[in-house]
């Protein structure tokens, strides 16, 4: 039995420090998720706390017909859905005001570098939100998070041919925007 | 291969460095083609410029408070809900005083205006009494006052007769009355429905007037159906109800039969009160027969209490085409009105 699932059980039967434990297994992916679906720090934020909450209260519905990885990926993708229908198709880029270090950033103090790896960060995340909806979520869980073409079909609701399908669309899409970049980048080299 | 086919299949693919899922046929494509080796290689140029994002994070610090954020925003979630009932503030607590107020101002009119009106109906009730004891007393009393046939009226499309099964039959109406203990009193048995209408204590006796007007009726259906992964939902049956024994209501039902199985059902439902019947089903679902196999026959009884618009699921019953899951529903209505214009007279 994974680890997660005797937490689970734990918390069903309304043990808190069980639910404490699995906001420190998944925090992590599930911000990340969110972050790279939203493009946005604070928006990541507030949809993963959200999420935790969520599960939180519906864990009782949680009938293990799927792993809990899954189920809580679903209710954060779900709100991020919701979140960003809401905002609308506007390709929103907001200055990330990341508390603390941010790993992308350069660490030189060389103003020209740093400017060079922000617009960097700006091009890949406008491409990525230039993705519809679906296809941004299958390449960000298939790329960027590693789940399985099955933990994402499972997660999206459909086949695993639709995900490979969408998984397609969005490379094919991806290259096209970043591949002049990356072209641009070989011949500097 | 060609190029196309080839670069098609590499756009499926996660792992575009180590190529592991790919075929052998388009990993000798791409060893002999310039063009898909490029394509590769900006393929995996592309990932690592994406898989960047894997990188950005908050730091370590933003992670050690996450919990601590995540348990005050819960509390926060939490505390608004007592603050409305509490009062957290000066205005909900008075909306709080005026709601009680004002519920305590109308339970206090109604009960005002009942006591009002009950007193009007005594003296007007005292008065027709006395009208028909004069009445009486001038003609001699008929043996049975009945105003046609009811199946007669039902026949001709006229309005409904609903007193019509129980004018036959005292003992059936006093049973009826009997069920309820404040006002209901009167039954009729029409297109498969049991229908008790209202009546004022004191005419639901035997020889009293039922007065025209639209009354309330309690109306009831049960329909059986079937849930199956493969069909979905089958309604099988509304079956019809054929006459109320007291509280016992019997019920007529059909032999269904569906591809070659034949599928029996009874059941006997007793009427508890306004709103719970109880019943007992037994339902059966014959296979057709098959060269080889013997004829099969799953049965089902079950005792169930169903209560206005619940569905019960009594359980599930076998047959070629797998499991289905039995349901019984009720549809209680006792508020529907129906108008008459029958004076009857019991």
Redesign the interface.
């Given at each position: 039995m994974p680890d997660d699932l005797h937490l689970v059980i734990r918390l069903k039967g309304g043990d808190e420090e069980a639910f404490?434990e699995l906001?420190?297994l998944y925090?992590?992916r599930i911000?990340?998720m969110l972050?790279?679906m939203t493009g946005n720090?604070f928006e990541a934020d507030d949809l993963s706390?959200e999420a935790?909450?969520r599960a939180?209260t519906y864990i009782d519905s949680f009938k293990g017909g799927s792993s809990f990885q899954t189920w809580l990926y679903r209710i954060a993708r779900n709100l991020a859905f919701t979140h960003l229908k809401k905002r609308g198709r506007k390709n929103t880029l907001i200055l990330?005001e990341?508390?603390?270090?941010?790993?992308?950033e350069s660490k030189t103090d060389n103003p020209m570098r740093s400017l060079m790896h922000e617009e960097?960060?700006f091009e890949?995340?406008a491409?990525?939100n230039s993705l519809p909806l679906f296809q941004r979520e299958v390449?960000v869980l298939?790329?960027?998070q590693e789940l399985s073409?099955r933990e994402v079909a499972e997660i999206q609701g459909c086949a695993e041919g639709t995900v490979?399908w969408r998984?397609?669309q969005a490379?094919?899409r991806?290259?096209k925007i970043?591949?002049p970049?990356?072209?641009k980048?070989?011949y500097k080299k | 291969m060609n190029c196309r086919k080839a670069r098609?299949m590499l756009?499926?693919q996660?792992d575009v460095v180590n190529l592991g899922q790919t075929s052998q046929e388009i990993k000798t494509h791409i060893n002999t083609c310039d063009g898909c080796k490029e394509f590769l290689e900006?393929?995996r140029?592309?990932?690592n410029?994406?898989?960047?994002?894997?990188?950005?994070?908050?730091?370590?610090?933003?992670?050690r408070s996450?919990?601590s954020?995540?348990r005050a925003?819960?509390r926060r979630?939490a505390v608004p809900q007592e603050e409305k009932l509490l009062g957290g503030s000066l205005f909900p607590r008075l909306r709080f005083a005026f709601e009680i107020l004002a519920i305590l101002l109308v339970a206090i009119s109604a009960f005002l205006v009942a006591n009002n009106q009950r007193d009007i109906k005594t003296l007007a009730q005292s008065m027709q009494a006395l009208q028909r004891e004069r009445v009486a007393a001038a003609r001699p009393v008929p043996e049975k006052n009945i105003v046609g046939t009811p199946e007669k009226k039902i026949k001709n499309g006229q309005p409904k007769l609903y007193a019509a099964n129980f004018r036959n039959d005292i003992r059936l109406f006093n049973e009826v009355g009997s069920l309820f203990p404040s006002d209901m009193g009167w039954v009729a048995t029409d297109n498969g429905q049991v229908e008790l209408g209202l009546l004022n204590a004191d005419s639901a006796r035997s020889g009293n007037i039922i007065s025209e007007g639209t009354r309330p009726l309690l109306f009831l259906n049960f329909t059986v159906f079937l849930k199956n992964s493969s069909v979905g939902t089958q309604k099988i049956s509304s079956p019809k109800i054929v006459t109320l024994d007291g509280n016992k209501i019997s019920i007529k039902t059909n032999d269904l039969f569906h591809s070659g199985r034949v599928l029996k059902y009874q059941f006997s439902p007793v009427l508890v009160n306004k709103k719970t019947v109880q019943t007992t089903l037994r339902l059966s679902i014959s296979e057709p027969k098959s060269p080889g196999k013997e004829q099969e026959e799953t049965e089902l009884r079950t005792v169930i209490t169903l209560r206005d618009g619940e569905s019960v699921e009594l359980g599930k019953i076998s047959s070629s085409e797998g499991d289905y899951s039995v349901f019984l529903s009720l549809y209680i209505d006792g508020n529907r009105k129906v108008e008459t214009t029958e004076k009857a007279m019991i």
């Amino acid at each position: 039995m994974p680890d997660d699932l005797h937490l689970v059980i734990r918390l069903k039967g309304g043990d808190e420090e069980a639910f404490a434990e699995l906001v420190h297994l998944y925090q992590k992916r599930i911000y990340a998720m969110l972050y790279q679906m939203t493009g946005n720090h604070f928006e990541a934020d507030d949809l993963s706390q959200e999420a935790f909450l969520r599960a939180y209260t519906y864990i009782d519905s949680f009938k293990g017909g799927s792993s809990f990885q899954t189920w809580l990926y679903r209710i954060a993708r779900n709100l991020a859905f919701t979140h960003l229908k809401k905002r609308g198709r506007k390709n929103t880029l907001i200055l990330n005001e990341f508390p603390g270090e941010n790993l992308l950033e350069s660490k030189t103090d060389n103003p020209m570098r740093s400017l060079m790896h922000e617009e960097l960060r700006f091009e890949i995340t406008a491409a990525i939100n230039s993705l519809p909806l679906f296809q941004r979520e299958v390449a960000v869980l298939l790329l960027l998070q590693e789940l399985s073409y099955r933990e994402v079909a499972e997660i999206q609701g459909c086949a695993e041919g639709t995900v490979a399908w969408r998984f397609y669309q969005a490379r094919r899409r991806l290259i096209k925007i970043l591949g002049p970049l990356v072209d641009k980048m070989r011949y500097k080299k | 291969m060609n190029c196309r086919k080839a670069r098609r299949m590499l756009l499926k693919q996660v792992d575009v460095v180590n190529l592991g899922q790919t075929s052998q046929e388009i990993k000798t494509h791409i060893n002999t083609c310039d063009g898909c080796k490029e394509f590769l290689e900006t393929m995996r140029q592309v990932d690592n410029l994406i898989k960047l994002k894997k990188k950005e994070l908050p730091s370590e610090e933003y992670w050690r408070s996450y919990w601590s954020r995540l348990r005050a925003r819960n509390r926060r979630m939490a505390v608004p809900q007592e603050e409305k009932l509490l009062g957290g503030s000066l205005f909900p607590r008075l909306r709080f005083a005026f709601e009680i107020l004002a519920i305590l101002l109308v339970a206090i009119s109604a009960f005002l205006v009942a006591n009002n009106q009950r007193d009007i109906k005594t003296l007007a009730q005292s008065m027709q009494a006395l009208q028909r004891e004069r009445v009486a007393a001038a003609r001699p009393v008929p043996e049975k006052n009945i105003v046609g046939t009811p199946e007669k009226k039902i026949k001709n499309g006229q309005p409904k007769l609903y007193a019509a099964n129980f004018r036959n039959d005292i003992r059936l109406f006093n049973e009826v009355g009997s069920l309820f203990p404040s006002d209901m009193g009167w039954v009729a048995t029409d297109n498969g429905q049991v229908e008790l209408g209202l009546l004022n204590a004191d005419s639901a006796r035997s020889g009293n007037i039922i007065s025209e007007g639209t009354r309330p009726l309690l109306f009831l259906n049960f329909t059986v159906f079937l849930k199956n992964s493969s069909v979905g939902t089958q309604k099988i049956s509304s079956p019809k109800i054929v006459t109320l024994d007291g509280n016992k209501i019997s019920i007529k039902t059909n032999d269904l039969f569906h591809s070659g199985r034949v599928l029996k059902y009874q059941f006997s439902p007793v009427l508890v009160n306004k709103k719970t019947v109880q019943t007992t089903l037994r339902l059966s679902i014959s296979e057709p027969k098959s060269p080889g196999k013997e004829q099969e026959e799953t049965e089902l009884r079950t005792v169930i209490t169903l209560r206005d618009g619940e569905s019960v699921e009594l359980g599930k019953i076998s047959s070629s085409e797998g499991d289905y899951s039995v349901f019984l529903s009720l549809y209680i209505d006792g508020n529907r009105k129906v108008e008459t214009t029958e004076k009857a007279m019991i």
